[in-house]
């Protein structure tokens, strides 16, 4: 379907009637990933702006417009990422990443899992968390982040062996 055919105002009322059906689904896919309110909301703000510009290009055949604007959203995080070089301390990580330890030795793997977390990149640990705790495929975790799978695979791999690097003798 060509947009630019299509009425501008038809157009607005389109995008106006997907960014309310999506706006929190995509917002809490970023805030899950960021531990700042404040932070989530610019990377939100910033991706609804770059598809609002870029409305004519959604091609609805291809994929869903909230998962086109998480596309847009995890680039515009990943930029953050590059821009401010972010050090995540692990009282920064939100209590909600991690489930509730009954034991003792819960709590052991929890700081074993944040000890090796922070020992990779913020894009790597994006890459990780989607496929060990969401349980995607390297597919689709390079759809949902607008990459190839190979290179998905790559960072995959870096990330693996710089975590094992961290574990030290443990593995």
């Known amino acids: 379907m060509i947009r630019s055919a299509r ?32 932070a989530a909301e610019d990377v939100v703000a910033d991706a609804f702006l770059k598809a609002a510009r870029n409305f004519d290009s959604f091609d609805p ?21 590059r821009r401010e070089r972010p050090q995540v301390a692990l009282e920064d990580v939100p209590e909600r990443l991690m489930s509730q330890p009954d034991t003792m030795e819960d709590f052991a ?11 990779i990149e913020p894009e790597e640990r994006e890459i990780v968390l989607l496929r060990y705790r969401d349980g995607l495929r390297n597919v689709e ?15 995959l791999f870096n990330a693996r062996t710089k975590m094992r690097e961290a574990a030290g003798p443990l593995f």
Not at 141 to 155: F, P
């Open 141 to 155: 975790i390079a759809e949902r982040l607008g990459m190839s799978a190979s290179t998905v695979s790559t960072k």
């Open 61 to 81: 055949s291809k994929s869903r417009f909230s998962t086109w604007v998480i596309a847009i959203a995890m680039n515009c995080m990943r930029d953050r990422w």
């Open 109 to 119: 793997n929890r700081d074993l899992v944040d000890r090796l977390l922070k020992a």
């Open 7 to 38: 009425p501008k105002a038809d157009r607005k009322r389109e995008f106006a009637e997907l960014y309310q059906e999506s706006y929190s689904l995509v917002y809490n896919h970023v805030r899950y990933r960021i531990a700042n309110d404040a």
